[in-house]
């Protein structure tokens, strides 16, 4: 999001979750999958019910449950070999949204066990400058993750600074190396961007069915839309994109099952463009006009909750839903890219 906070005038938010949400009451472990997904999946229970089926899938508790699971895993690995495994971030300028995103990535460390190195270089550093930092962590062998917190300075190369991180320490899952891999039948990426990966672990751990079903991702961007379109892939269901040069978007998302939407524009997806029984999972995070919110905004996602809780049979709220998992994403990565560094079972 951008540092200055753009409105949009909507009238197509919920003040309150719906009435009927999932309760995770069972822990379950980390997978042995190559992408970190766990296996198994957590039994919903209605809390409340009304006239609507409409169920919340809470990204927050299950957020909660992978740091827990997490957290015993760190203190396996410390327990067993004496190892701790270490994320560094690098954050370049002063713009107040990254370096709120970078305190939560510490404070999210710390609360699991991870080590938390951070490099904050002001604005007008040079690209050779980063890279170096980028060097110094890859030979680092107490650092087993490394993130660069974007956006950069206009003045860098993105694309030159992040093909710099080592591929075996690339826990943001952008080299494209990485991303090559994920688009190949047959190989498997080191690590899997962190919000896709977090879309396709939700759907897993609610037991939501992928295979052989209609899927539409809308937006196309390298962050969200394109991976997660190859992991639905992955998954065996039918995939559409649905962009801003797609021509009839309201006739392609009608026909989905399942629905990531991740195009930055509050309330894009209306009821009338959602299938019945649709899985919705909503990664937008946009600021509206609420003059009933002290901060004179609310945070709405690019589906329009208080329709899709009338036709959908799940949603993810915002917030509350995809973001906790990023976050908790990234502690897996760093987990795993530890675990294989040391060959720890």
Same mark, same amino acid.
């Given at each position: 999001?951008?540092?200055?906070?753009?409105?949009?005038?909507?009238?197509?938010?919920?003040?309150?979750?719906?009435?009927?949400?999932?309760?995770?009451?069972?822990?379950?472990?980390?997978?042995?999958?190559?992408?970190?997904?766990?296996?198994?999946?957590?039994?919903?229970?209605?809390?409340?019910?009304?006239?609507?089926?409409?169920?919340?899938?809470?990204?927050?508790?299950?957020?909660?449950?992978?740091?827990?699971?997490?957290?015993?895993?760190?203190?396996?690995?410390?327990?067993?070999?004496?190892?701790?495994?270490?994320?560094?971030?690098? $954050?370049?300028?002063?713009?107040?949204?990254?370096?709120?995103?970078?305190?939560?990535?510490?404070?999210?460390?710390?609360?699991?066990?991870?080590?938390?190195?951070?490099?904050?270089?002001?604005?007008?550093?040079?690209?050779?400058?980063?890279?170096?930092?980028?060097?110094?962590?890859?030979?680092?062998?107490? =650092?087993?993750?490394?993130?660069?917190?974007?956006?950069?300075?206009?003045? /860098?190369?993105?694309?030159?600074?992040?093909?710099?991180?080592?591929?075996?320490?690339?826990?943001?899952?952008?080299?494209?190396?990485?991303?090559?891999?994920?688009? /190949?039948?047959?190989?498997?990426? $080191?690590?899997?961007?962190?919000?896709?990966?977090?879309?396709?672990?939700?759907?897993?751990?609610?037991?939501?069915?992928?295979?052989?079903?209609?899927?539409?991702?809308?937006?196309?961007?390298?962050?969200?839309?394109?991976?997660?379109?190859?992991?639905?892939?992955?998954?065996?269901?039918? =995939?559409?994109?649905?962009?801003?040069?797609?021509?009839?978007?309201?006739?392609?998302?009608?026909?989905?099952?399942?629905?990531?939407?991740?195009?930055?524009?509050?309330? /894009?997806?209306?009821?009338?463009?959602?299938?019945?029984?649709?899985?919705?999972?909503?990664?937008?995070?946009?600021?509206?006009?609420?003059?009933?919110?002290?901060?004179?905004?609310?945070?709405?996602?690019?589906?329009?909750?208080?329709?899709?809780?009338?036709?959908?049979?799940? =949603?993810?709220?915002?917030?509350?839903?995809?973001?906790?998992?990023?976050?908790?994403?990234?502690?897996?990565?760093?987990?795993?890219?530890?675990?294989?560094?040391?060959?720890?079972?």
């Amino acid at each position: 999001m951008a540092s200055s906070v753009f409105f949009t005038h909507s009238h197509c938010y919920s003040s309150k979750p719906s009435s009927l949400v999932f309760r995770l009451h069972r822990q379950v472990g980390l997978g042995p999958t190559s992408l970190g997904f766990s296996s198994s999946h957590v039994a919903p229970v209605a809390v409340m019910a009304t006239d609507s089926s409409f169920k919340v899938i809470d990204g927050k508790s299950v957020a909660k449950q992978i740091r827990d699971e997490i957290t015993a895993e760190v203190s396996r690995m410390r327990e067993s070999i004496g190892v701790i495994p270490g994320l560094a971030v690098i $954050l370049v300028g002063d713009r107040k949204d990254s370096a709120t995103y970078v305190r939560n990535k510490k404070k999210a460390c710390e609360s699991v066990g991870i080590n938390s190195l951070e490099a904050n270089l002001p604005e007008n550093s040079t690209e050779e400058e980063v890279l170096n930092y980028i060097a110094g962590y890859n030979d680092d062998p107490s =650092v087993h993750g490394i993130l660069v917190q974007l956006p950069l300075p206009s003045h /860098m190369n993105e694309q030159n600074i992040l093909n710099a991180v080592r591929i075996e320490k690339d826990v943001d899952g952008f080299h494209p190396l990485n991303i090559g891999r994920l688009a /190949m039948r047959g190989r498997e990426p $080191l690590f899997v961007p962190c919000t896709p990966k977090g879309c396709i672990e939700l759907l897993h751990r609610y037991n939501v069915s992928i295979k052989g079903k209609r899927a539409v991702v809308i937006g196309r961007s390298n962050i969200v839309g394109m991976p997660a379109a190859l992991l639905l892939q992955r998954e065996d269901a039918t =995939v559409s994109i649905v962009h801003s040069r797609t021509s009839n978007p309201e006739e392609i998302i009608r026909q989905a099952d399942i629905i990531i939407a991740a195009v930055g524009q509050a309330n /894009m997806v209306r009821g009338s463009w959602i299938k019945p029984g649709a899985v919705i999972i909503d990664v937008g995070i946009n600021p509206v006009e609420d003059p009933n919110s002290p901060r004179g905004y609310k945070l709405v996602g690019d589906v329009c909750y208080e329709e899709a809780i009338r036709i959908a049979s799940a =949603v993810t709220p915002v917030p509350g839903g995809v973001g906790p998992m990023t976050i908790a994403m990234l502690l897996q990565n760093t987990l795993i890219s530890a675990k294989r560094v040391h060959n720890f079972e």
